[in-house]
């Protein structure tokens, strides 16, 4: 799905106080960040931010990192957060790949939502759940690794299964037909057009 480019999307993110810029600086001290010990979950490719907003605002013990590669989708991620004062979210805005350069043994869950498929198989190290990213996550969980997908793509859905599997995850939950509380601004769309939504929950300890 093509993004619309936003003008002056880097300069309108720039100025919120939810954005964190340079986080490589914080690698390791994240919870100083936050001013407490509670446990860190991300989301990787947080968009527009409903999700992870939400959570936030239900989840106050919870910290909340939304990870987005692109500046326009955030626009509306901190246009979401003008005037509401969320002590337990940040927004970073950054490559995924980079990720072991941001944190480092101090994440307890990954929330994966609605992906890039990268359907070509030339593109296969590109998916977030792939073995590459999977390596990567390993080296930023404080303990026990938890991660939860969810993707109207089927064959991204199977190839995720099978690479969980490979890397020593355990499969604690699938559904093909998820119903969640907390939705994103694809999902939302998703169903309203009658696709179903794959989950899948992970824990490798």
Known sequence: MRLKHIKNAETIIA???????????????????????????????????KFIISLAIDNPNINYIGIEKYDSPLVSAVKKLDGININNLKLICMDASNIENVFDKEIDKIYLNFSDPWPKKRHTKRRLSSPLFLSKYDNIFIDVKRIQMKTDNDDLFEYSLMSFSENGYKIIKKDTSYIDKYTTEYEDKFISLGKNINYIYVEKK
Not at 19 to 34: I, R
């Open 15 to 49: 100025s919120s106080p939810y954005l964190v810029k340079e986080a490589n600086n914080y690698k390791g001290k994240w919870n100083k960040m936050f001013g407490n010990e509670n446990p860190i979950y991300i989301e990787i490719g947080t968009g527009k931010g």
